[in-house]
């Protein structure tokens, strides 16, 4: 029986584009809103792909005649690569959604809740506030034209079929794992600081001059 071979072409390439871009894209708080359509979902990823295929396709070197289960592979590196992105990506939004819990928390309103229109779950008042702040500031400064060039960029740095696990990837997630609770902390810590403030000066005039009512 003749082995089946796939040509990691113009498919090859157009498939791991999608790759890259489906979970960079999707880690972005309105493109994974629950009232955004799956079909346009699709749509946009697949366009944005054959965009980039050819700026992509000029500058990537193509891979020779390769059996089902190397291109299959190949395809779970460029997901797990794609992975990465996405948690990188994450840390950003996570660290300010953390700061607004830790901020609700500080104020006692940490148990009320609104639904995020970018997850469709319940969050904290201020959480969902800080995400979509970011969000916003996010798009005002164009920094999704950079975030879109460097999934274009990655390919050139990490070409298809050359991701290898190693230990190498382990420092840089386990940094940014704990970036995501130093730049929360950070956020928070200015309003925390004027909520404890305000609290403490309340709290002497209460005791110095109780006829004044601040409690």
């Keep these: 029986m003749l082995p089946i071979t796939v040509h990691l ?11 890259r871009l489906s979970l960079v894209l999707f880690m972005l708080p309105l493109f994974r809103a629950a009232k955004y359509p799956a079909p346009i979902k699709v749509a946009t990823i697949l366009a944005l792909a054959v965009v980039f295929y050819p700026l992509v396709a000029a500058k990537v070197q193509p891979l020779p005649l390769l059996n089902l289960g190397t291109f299959a592979w190949i395809l779970c590196g ?35 809740q609104v639904m995020d229109p970018s997850s469709g779950h319940q969050e904290s008042i201020i959480g969902a506030f800080f995400n979509m702040l970011v969000l916003l500031v996010l798009f005002a ?20 079929g050359s991701f290898r696990l190693d230990t190498v990837l382990y420092q840089p997630v386990l940094e940014l794992s704990g970036k995501l609770f130093i ?33």
């Excluded at 072409?9 to 790759?19: D, K, N, Q, W």
């Excluded at 990506?89 to 006692?108: H, K, R, T, Y």
């Design 9 to 19: 072409s113009e498919l090859g390439i157009l498939l791991a584009i999608v790759l």
């Design 78 to 112: 460029e997901l797990i690569l794609a992975g990465l992105f996405a948690f990188a990506l994450q840390v950003l939004f996570g660290a300010f959604q953390l700061a607004g819990q830790l901020i609700g928390f500080q104020m006692g309103i940490a148990m009320a």
């Design 141 to 160: 400064a164009g920094g999704h034209r950079l975030l879109i060039k460097a999934v274009v960029e990655s390919f050139l740095i990490i070409p298809i």
């Design 183 to 215: 730049v929360g902390v950070k956020v928070a810590a200015p309003i925390i600081v004027a909520i404890l403030l305000t609290q403490l000066g309340m709290g002497l005039t209460a005791k110095f001059a109780p006829q004044i009512n601040v409690l």
